[in-house]
């Protein structure tokens, strides 16, 4: 079931410790098929090194296990809330990578310093609350999905496709796997550029609009004309 969609997650699984996002099995990867309402995602704590395609497990929006012999990552519940909620993403990361949750850890939004950012993220990249008592004891993962959703009202999810998670770490997402662990790795390097940022410059602001602006607009949207067409 659905092949083709676990051999690209698995792929995508993959790119994780050739990047350096993860150590040991500190990360996961998954992709929804919109067809059938479907997502393939990483088991729960098997290493990399051994992991094959046929390892992926498929579960529902709900979480039900549909297809596979291993228990999907314990982040699942997190992964289907942000499915359900942002209809155009097809793809979810979620790692510890040291610098993005280093600010993460710090409780903090990181700030558009520059133009390496605005290439990719629309603005700050937010720090979702922390969750209460009741919403840790009750449904950890999946009000960590909600506190996600709940720091994005108003914004667009698709103009800055990251988040942090206080004390915890990040998520990204995009069209598919494969471009959201492009911008996991991408948020890693501006996450370690704002922090050297603010060593060398611990009053530096954000980056004038119209320069954020023009950066991110010339890569996205109807009147885009980086690359090639």
Known sequence: MLEALKEKVYRANMELPEFG???YTWGNVSAIDRESGLVAIKPSGVDYAGMKPEDMVIVDLEGNVVEGTLRPSSDTPTHL???KAFPGVGGV????????????????GIP??????????YGEIPCARVLTPEEVESAYEKNTGKVIIEA???RDPLSVPAVLCTSHGPFTW????????????????VAKM?????????KAAPAVQYVQDKHYFRKHGANAYYGQK
């Open 194 to 202: 704002a922090t050297r940022t603010e060593m060398l410059n611990p």
């Open 21 to 23: 996002l993860v150590v």
């Open 112 to 121: 558009c310093y520059g133009t390496t950012h605005a290439d990719y993220f």
């Open 93 to 108: 990361v979620h790692t510890h990578s040291s610098w993005a949750t280093s600010w993460a850890q710090a409780g903090r």
């Open 174 to 189: 995009g069209k598919d796997a494969a471009e959201a662990v492009h911008n996991a790795v991408v948020l890693e390097e």
């Open 81 to 83: 809330e942000l499915y």
């Open 152 to 154: 994005f009202e108003g």
